[in-house]
């Protein structure tokens, strides 16, 4: 059993919120609500090579959303995260999963290992932007079950500075917008909130709430005219 205790609050370099993932039928039609609704502007992303899905990105600057649809249904069927999208999707919610960002899996890993972690191994992936540049990343699973998890995977992105997906330009109605609280439900918050502390330490950036399923709640971003609420 992980001993809960042992926090990463010395980790060098720390793990950080990335983006958050959000289940779409259709690209387009996702962005085009999203705006609707929020007033949050979706930039083009990219296909994920031999996983099935495909994206477009919401930036906020240090942070993203993640509009994710498949467009292989074959693919997706033999890859985790089309699984994962699939259930979302056919279960109507309105979030997939959340990642966190490492400069250093291996470091990270060594950690959690440490602490008694049983983690599977670093998945390699990348996609290509719409301007030819690839993007390259690796990502490491913390849960690897098949139901809805509080607990974010980790991503390493390998990438020249500048490329984030957050990066990107973006005309959002209200002004500069960024993410302010992750907010997970878990029908155990007590073990999610240790989780999170060894994962995350002592971070503003989300929330745990006791709740019928395990996954993220909502999304509370901030831009120039207050607080915008997804959930």
Not at 52 to 77: C, F, K, R
Not at 139 to 150: C, K
Request: glycine share 12%; charged share 25%; aromatic share 4%.
């Amino acid at each position: 059993m992980p001993d809960f205790s042992q926090s990463t609050k010395g980790l060098d370099p720390p793990t950080v919120v990335d983006h958050v993932l959000l289940p779409v039928a259709d690209l387009e039609e996702g962005a085009r609500r999203l705006h609707q609704r929020f007033g949050l502007q979706s930039v083009s992303g990219g296909r994920h090579p031999n996983v099935g899905t495909a994206n477009m990105i919401v930036p906020l600057g240090s942070q993203y959303l993640e509009l994710i649809a498949i467009v292989d249904p074959h693919e997706a069927e033999g890859s985790r995260l089309g699984r994962r999208l699939a259930d979302a999707l056919k279960d109507g919610r309105t979030f997939v999963a959340w990642a966190l960002r490492t400069q250093s899996l291996e470091g990270l890993g060594g950690k959690l290992r440490a602490a008694g972690w049983n983690l599977p191994p670093v998945i390699e992936g990348s996609r290509n932007r719409p301007d030819g540049r690839v993007l390259s990343w690796r990502t490491q699973d913390v849960e690897t079950g098949g139901e809805p998890s509080a607990i974010p995977f980790v991503i390493e992105w390998r990438i020249p500075d500048g490329l984030h997906p957050g990066e990107a330009e973006a005309g959002h109605r209200g002004g500069t917008t960024a993410l302010r609280r992750v907010v997970v439900g878990a029908r155990d918050p007590g073990r999610i909130r240790r989780q999170l502390e060894v994962l995350l330490g002592d971070s503003d950036l989300y929330e745990v709430r006791e709740a019928a399923v395990d996954g993220v709640a909502e999304l509370v971003l901030a831009d120039d005219n207050g607080e915008l609420v997804i959930g």
